[in-house]
């Protein structure tokens, strides 16, 4: 069974740091790999989508990347702000399910 | 598009009631899935569909769960008898099935 972690759980940092996010699983034959942002109490907003047969993805200030071979991926934030903070989770597919990892609780403080 | 609808948003019911929480898809979408979410043990897939069929229903928890999807747009997650260890955020989350996903606001279940 697929397994997803990500480390690390929490996270705070300066206002205009740039940081990364982590995350592994276990079974490389994945379909895709997608991040996630959750505000409190809300549900879940899909930042990046990186299908099996890219290396990265941008969007904005966000850098996905994915490494199948090693079972890792990675999510840059450059020049973090307050807005940014939020809990931000990476799910791998197989076929069409998505398996989440607990997430990073990220607070970037002004 | 309104995106997917959940609802109610908050429920709150005494144990052993019966409880069903509902999701509209986003139209055209053609998969479809149920999570739970608490502090303890995160996301979990409860099941997905595919063009109205279960596909994989192993993350149901017992038999008390129950999930249906009448129609191509419409699903229910029914939960009875409920009990306290059920109170969690219950997110639904369509897909075209390409491996995008949107999930709704969730249902904030509360079991006392």
């Known amino acids: 069974k697929q397994e997803v972690t990500q480390i690390p759980a929490a996270l705070s940092v300066p206002e205009g740091e740039n940081l990364v996010l982590n995350c592994s699983f276990t079974?490389?034959?994945?379909?895709?790999l997608q991040w996630f942002r959750q505000d409190p109490g809300k549900g879940l907003t899909s930042l990046l989508l990186?299908?099996?047969?890219?290396r990265e993805q941008t969007s904005g200030r966000l850098n996905a990347s994915l490494d199948k071979s090693s079972g890792r991926s990675t999510l840059y934030i450059a020049a973090s702000q307050p807005g940014d903070s939020a809990t931000y989770l990476c799910a791998v597919s197989e076929t069409n399910d998505m398996r989440f990892g607990a997430g990073t609780r990220l607070t970037v403080k002004p | 598009d309104a995106g997917v609808i959940q609802s109610p948003r908050h429920e709150v019911t005494e144990m052993g009631q019966e409880v069903t929480l509902r999701c509209k898809l986003i139209?055209?979408?053609?998969?479809l899935f149920w999570y739970r979410q608490t502090m303890m043990r995160g996301l979990e897939l409860l099941i997905y569909?595919?063009?109205?069929?279960?596909?994989?229903d192993s993350g149901m928890p017992e038999d008390r769960f129950s999930a249906k999807m009448p129609n191509a747009s419409f699903s229910t997650l029914k939960i009875q008898p409920s009990e306290p260890r059920d109170s969690a955020v219950y997110f639904c989350?369509?897909?075209?099935?390409?491996?995008?996903?949107?999930f709704g606001q969730g249902t904030r279940l509360t079991v006392v």
């Open positions: 989350a369509s897909s075209t099935g390409q491996g995008d996903a949107f």
């Open positions: 990186i299908q099996s047969s890219q």
């Open positions: 079974d490389s034959a994945i379909y895709n």
């Open positions: 139209s055209g979408h053609n998969s």
């Open positions: 569909f595919n063009n109205n069929v279960p596909i994989d």
